[in-house]
């Protein structure tokens, strides 16, 4: 007897090349510092709401709930702009994080929508990752050692939509792929999957 198919699926803030290219070069010696295996360029990204293993035929449900997050964004709020600078090893997980500044408006944008996403896919009961949620890209893993430095280099990321994402385990590492974007703000999506 064979199971659904399921994907294992997340929301994020899905920086542009440029963005990534920054917050590499900015965190480069914290990265080598720490030890570990670097994060690809490709694979940065902000969280948003980690999701799990999803049945494949639920999918459309998680597009529904987000297009209906993102219409309710405040367009007064956008964009939605982080900066990234201060630094935490994860020592249970062996990861190497640039976490957001959260003073005085810089993050709560971020967060807002983070728990929207998780309270309405609890809410039809799918099962997210119920943590709280704190900005930070994970930039290198397995890194046993914490860096010297606490701070790097301010790197601005700014959104104007947020993605669902699928992560898939290759023998390479972890691949992503956009299932689909959501322009936050409005109803409009940005791209689906072929």
Not at 107 to 126: D, K, S, Y
Request: charged letters at 20%; one cysteine or more; hydrophobic letters at 50%.
């Amino acid at each position: 007897m064979s199971s659904e198919p399921t994907r294992r699926l997340f929301f994020a803030l899905w920086p542009g090349e440029e963005e990534r290219a920054a917050l590499l070069h900015a965190a480069r010696k914290l990265v080598r510092a720490g030890g570990g295996r670097p994060v690809p360029a490709a694979n940065l990204h902000v969280t948003l709401a980690f999701l799990g293993a999803v049945p494949a035929a639920r999918v459309p449900e998680l597009s529904a709930i987000a297009s209906r997050a993102a219409a309710a964004f405040p367009r007064e709020a956008l964009p939605l702009t982080l900066t990234l600078q201060g630094v935490a090893h994860w020592a249970h997980s062996q990861l190497l994080a640039i976490l957001a500044r959260e003073e005085a408006g810089l993050a709560p944008g971020a967060q807002a929508l983070a728990r929207t996403l998780c309270h309405e896919a609890a809410g039809a009961g799918f099962d997210p990752d119920l943590k709280p949620f704190r900005a930070h890209v994970t930039v290198a893993r397995k890194v046993a050692r914490a860096p010297h430095a606490s701070a790097m280099h301010p790197v601005a990321w700014s959104f104007a939509a947020f993605a669902l994402i699928e992560s898939r385990t290759l023998a390479s590492g972890a691949a992503y792929s956009t299932v689909e974007s959501f322009v936050l703000g409005s109803a409009e999506k940005v791209r689906t999957e072929k």
